[in-house]
């Protein structure tokens, strides 16, 4: 399975919007979106795959929530911890740096994805794979990341 994996989209739709036909053009089957989210306009874009959001520091009132939700995606406030066809996967932002260290230190995902920085990172630590998409707002370039499940790889694509 690939998943696509995207963040800090800031509200920037056009931004978002580049991002999502790199994600169409890479056959992704599901999205991960790592935070700062920044504003409901972002959420119907991801309509064409289940997508899970997680809060980032930017992401506040009740308004996205309701968007996600009418849209039949979901949302795990500032931290998701799921199954992915049998991956262990851990999603939050990233700003809590401590949260984002222990997350990876306990060895109890195999992909820990997260956003905030706008740096892409790709990287295994221990036997925990550890991607930051980077970012569609404020980076230069703007960057996605994809990764093969099966294979627990990831490449950071520039959109």
């Given at each position: 399975?690939?998943?696509?994996?995207?963040?800090?989209?800031h509200?920037h739709?056009?931004n978002?919007?580049?991002?999502?036909?790199?994600?169409e053009s890479f056959g992704?089957?599901?999205?991960l979106?790592?935070g700062?989210v920044g504003?409901?306009?972002?959420?119907?874009?991801?309509a064409?795959?289940?997508?899970r959001?997680v809060?980032?520091n930017?992401d506040?009132g009740?308004?996205?929530q309701?968007?996600?939700?009418d849209?039949?995606?979901?949302?795990?406030?500032?931290?998701?911890?799921f199954?992915?066809?049998?991956?262990k996967?851990a999603?939050?932002h990233g700003?809590?740096d401590?949260?984002?260290?222990?997350?990876?230190?306990?060895g109890?995902h195999?992909l820990?994805?997260h956003?905030?920085?706008h740096?892409p990172r790709?990287?295994?630590?221990?036997s925990?794979?550890?991607?930051n998409?980077?970012?569609?707002?404020?980076a230069d370039?703007?960057?996605i990341?994809?990764?093969d499940l099966k294979?627990?790889t990831a490449e950071?694509v520039?959109?």
């Amino acid at each position: 399975m690939l998943l696509g994996v995207i963040s800090d989209t800031h509200g920037h739709v056009h931004n978002a919007r580049a991002g999502v036909r790199m994600l169409e053009s890479f056959g992704v089957q599901a999205v991960l979106h790592c935070g700062d989210v920044g504003s409901t306009a972002i959420v119907p874009l991801f309509a064409a795959w289940p997508t899970r959001f997680v809060y980032g520091n930017c992401d506040h009132g009740q308004a996205l929530q309701l968007m996600i939700d009418d849209a039949g995606q979901t949302c795990h406030g500032r931290f998701d911890s799921f199954e992915l066809d049998e991956v262990k996967i851990a999603l939050l932002h990233g700003d809590d740096d401590r949260l984002l260290r222990c997350t990876i230190a306990e060895g109890k995902h195999q992909l820990v994805c997260h956003g905030h920085t706008h740096v892409p990172r790709n990287e295994r630590i221990g036997s925990t794979w550890v991607v930051n998409p980077g970012a569609l707002y404020r980076a230069d370039p703007h960057t996605i990341a994809i990764v093969d499940l099966k294979a627990l790889t990831a490449e950071i694509v520039t959109v």
